[in-house]
Structures are given as structure tokens and as C-alpha cells.
């Protein structure tokens, strides 16, 4: 028995899992969906989270140039370039042999500083956030002060007499992991059996502990919960239920607002935006879409990526039992190339936040993605690991057959005034061989 009912009855209700069962890719129109004007008021984050979110990132800015120089051009600014990718649209109109109408760009917090990859926007500031706790707690710091003085001795002797935690599949480990020893924490980063070497290998560089598991994502965070529960000053980031890393991400809606003004390119109800956001427990692109639906309301129409082999929120939101139910329950066995989507049981508070927000769901193959991989390299010279390309994957599926015709036909959209925006949520750090493999795999 699945949550109280036999696999051919859960075929039976809901047709679409028995296409899942055999890893098809598919996209799923959200049933549930209703306009974010009459939902918003059932989400208890506000835009005053957010705006206190973007303030203490700004606080922070004098301390973050000081410990990560690279940020300096930007003010300590933590942010990534909005791009259009014109080569690769062409590379895709040629190979579906059809016309993807309107502008592709690319979002590419694979080339955010310090971390890079999306991680980089609620991991960091989650672990800024809770320093500014310690600091303000401790009388040794006042929200009007220099936040660079964070960077001296005295407060990384502070910060080290804490430690801070978090389950992870590899991204969200590097972001903590990376920012929290440079303050001076004690950072263990319990990492799952999909992680890869280089990122275990890279944490330990930065004296991280790294807490090996043969198991999946979910095992790392429950024994990552544990331990920290059973320590004093163990301070643990919950990628399954924290607003602080959903508030973190939500912020990089008002970022990509600026950047489309900046490129002139209009959001209302003529002139939608499509954004396609790779999804692994559901933090990330909650967040993300919270913070653009803030903004732009029914305007922006937020689609999230998942592998055929890790559809873990689409099933929770399809069944309505979200956390209650895992991939494996259905026989799916979460073995995926995209090693930051390898999930088998998605965020409950992802889930039931936005169950009615999201408009719908993408998965796309592993050969998909290296595929589009390949494509994004050769046409546009950017790298990026196989997660990122979810987005891009879904793009390419959405317009392979009439599944997005259909789609504008339903909502009155004319396609030609569509910008579709593709989250590209990692790469930058990957090291050239690994790089190199992922591309080989496709030739």
C-alpha cells in the first residue's frame, strides 16, 4: 500500500504516474493552479520578508567584498548575468525542426560568485543571516555598524565556537560550507550518495568536514538533523523546510526585474515570461518563483524541471500528499546524471506553499539534458553541469510537438511575445576534466 491506496489504483486516479513509472518525459499542465492574486493571502511570507531579506544582504556587502574580493565590482553584490542565448535557440529551431517563438535567455547563476550556482542566494544568506543572530545576540555588533568588522579576529573566534550543518546532494553543501568557514565556523556538510567527488573533495579543501552516505539526499538531511539536534551550537540548515533559504532565493526576483527593464523587455499579461526552473527538493525554484510571482503576478508563468528518475514534487503536488510519498514508493529509483535534482522526496513546505502557484511541471531524460549540455557548449560557449540544463531540457520539450500550442491556445497567449528564461543553477565550478567528460558523453 501507498498513503493508503495499491500502485494500480494510483494508476487508475492519476493516469499521468503510470507515465512516470516508465521515466517518459512529460509535461503536466498544474490542475490545481489558481491566480496568484486570490492564493497569496493563504502564504504566510510576505514582501516585507523580502524586504528585509535584500537589506541584510546589503548589510553584508562591505563584509562579503572583504572576504570574497571577487565580489568587489559589484559592491559585495551576490548576482548573476541575465542573457539572451540566440545561438542556441537556433540550434534548437533547427534540431525540432520548428520555430520557438519569442526570446530564450538564460539566467545564469551557474557564474554566481563564491559558490556558483543558485545555492549561492539562500544557502549564504541563511548562513548570514544566523552570524548576524550570533553577532547581534553577543553585543559585539548593531545593525547600523560597518558589517566589515565581521571579518576580524574577534568574531571569527566568536563564530567558531558555533557550528552549522546541512544534508545536501553537493551545491547547497558548497555554498555553506564554503561562506561558513570563511567566517569562522565549524561547518559538516553530510552529503548523499549522488554528490560528486570534486564538490566532497573541494569542501574539504576549505576545512569543512564531509560525512559520506551510500544513501540518497533525504538519509543525509535525517542524519544531518539528528546530529545537530544532539550538539550544542549546532546550528542546522534545513533544505526541506527553511523560509530563511526560501526568502534568500525569493530575492532574486526583484535581481531579474531590474535586468529585464534593463534589456527592455516588457512582463504583463501580453507579453508573459516563461521561466523554467530545475527543481530538486524544491527550495530553490520555490523561492525563485515566490519572488517573481510577488512582482509579476499571473504575468510570469513558473514551470519546474525535474529528472524522469527524481520527479519528486511534481508527484507530490499531482497526488496532493507531497512529503508523504517518495519517488521509490512508485518504483522510480532517483539515479540521475543531474546529481542536484537527484531528490526523492520533495520540501513539504515547497509543496503545500505553492501547490497552487506553480503553473506546471517538466521532466526531461538524462540524455536530454546532455544533449542540450552539448548544444548550450557549441553554440553559446557556456558550460554547465547536467542539473542546470533541466531548464533548457524543458524549453526544448515544451516545444517538440504541439504541447506548447496547446498550453497558449488555453491560456488566449500569442507565443511570438513570449520570453522564455531558462534558471541555469550551476557550472561555474566544475573542474575543466569533469567538464570535459559530461561533454564526451553526448559526442
Not at 549522488?194 to 574539504?204: E, G, I, P, V, Y
Request: hydrophobic share 35%.
Amino acid at each position: 500500500m501507498i498513503a493508503g491506496k495499491t500502485l494500480d489504483e494510483w494508476k487508475r486516479e492519476l493516469p499521468l504516474i503510470g507515465q512516470m513509472i516508465q521515466y517518459e518525459e512529460l509535461f503536466w499542465q498544474n490542475s490545481r493552479f489558481l491566480s496568484f492574486e486570490s492564493e497569496r493571502k493563504n502564504i504566510s511570507v510576505t514582501s516585507k520578508d523580502i524586504d528585509e531579506a535584500e537589506a541584510r544582504l546589503k548589510r553584508f556587502a562591505p563584509c562579503i567584498v572583504k572576504l570574497f574580493p571577487e565580489t568587489e565590482r559589484e559592491n559585495g553584490l551576490i548576482e548573476s548575468p541575465l542573457r539572451a542565448v540566440p545561438s542556441m535557440r537556433q540550434h534548437l529551431n533547427s534540431l525540432l525542426n520548428t520555430q520557438i517563438e519569442g526570446k530564450l535567455l538564460l539566467k545564469c547563476d551557474s557564474h554566481l560568485p563564491i559558490s556558483g550556482s543558485i545555492k549561492a542566494r539562500g544557502g549564504i544568506y541563511e548562513v548570514l543571516k544566523h552570524a548576524e543572530e550570533i553577532a547581534i545576540e553577543s553585543g559585539s555588533l548593531a545593525k547600523d555598524d560597518d558589517y566589515a568588522i565581521l571579518t576580524s579576529d574577534r568574531f571569527r573566534q566568536l563564530f567558531s565556537e558555533h557550528k552549522l550543518s546541512v544534508g545536501s546532494t553537493g551545491n547547497l553543501g558548497l555554498s555553506i560550507g564554503i561562506m561558513g568557514a570563511r567566517l569562522g565556523f565549524r561547518v559538516t556538510v553530510h552529503m548523499s550518495s549522488d554528490a560528486r567527488q570534486w564538490k566532497k573533495d573541494m569542501l574539504r579543501s576549505k576545512g569543512v568536514e564531509v560525512i559520506e552516505y551510500d544513501s540518497d539526499y533525504s538519509i543525509a538531511v535525517t542524519e544531518g538533523r539528528k546530529q545537530a539536534e544532539a550538539e550544542p551550537n549546532n546550528y542546522f540548515v534545513d533544505d526541506e523546510n527553511s523560509v530563511d533559504l526560501f526568502l534568500g532565493y525569493a530575492v532574486a526576483g526583484r535581481r531579474v526585474q531590474k535586468q529585464l527593464n534593463e534589456m527592455k523587455i516588457p512582463v504583463d499579461k501580453g507579453h508573459p515570461l516563461f521561466v523554467y526552473l530545475p527543481c530538486g527538493v524544491g527550495g530553490g525554484p520555490g523561492g525563485v518563483a515566490f519572488g517573481l510571482k510577488m512582482i509579476y503576478g499571473d504575468d510570469v508563468h513558473v514551470f519546474f524541471s525535474e529528472p524522469t528518475h527524481s520527479p519528486c514534487m511534481l508527484l507530490g503536488v499531482l497526488t496532493g500528499k507531497h512529503d508523504k510519498l517518495c519517488v521509490q514508493d512508485f518504483g522510480i529509483d532517483n539515479i540521475t546524471c543531474a546529481d542536484g535534482l537527484a531528490v526523492g522526496r520533495p520540501s513539504s513546505f515547497i509543496g503545500k506553499t505553492l501547490e497552487h502557484t506553480i503553473n506546471g511541471f517538466f521532466t526531461c531524460s538524462d540524455e536530454t539534458m546532455f544533449r542540450c549540455l552539448k548544444i548550450l557548449w557549441d553554440s553559446e560557449d557556456i558550460r554547465l553541469e547536467p542539473s542546470a540544463l533541466a531548464g533548457i531540457a524543458s524549453v526544448f520539450n515544451f516545444h517538440d510537438g504541439n504541447k506548447i500550442k496547446a498550453y497558449c491556445s488555453r491560456q488566449a497567449i500569442n507565443p511570438e511575445n513570449i520570453a522564455h528564461l531558462s534558471w541555469a543553477t550551476g557550472g561555474n565550478m566544475v573542474p575543466e576534466s569533469v567538464m570535459k567528460g559530461y561533454y564526451v558523453i553526448n559526442s
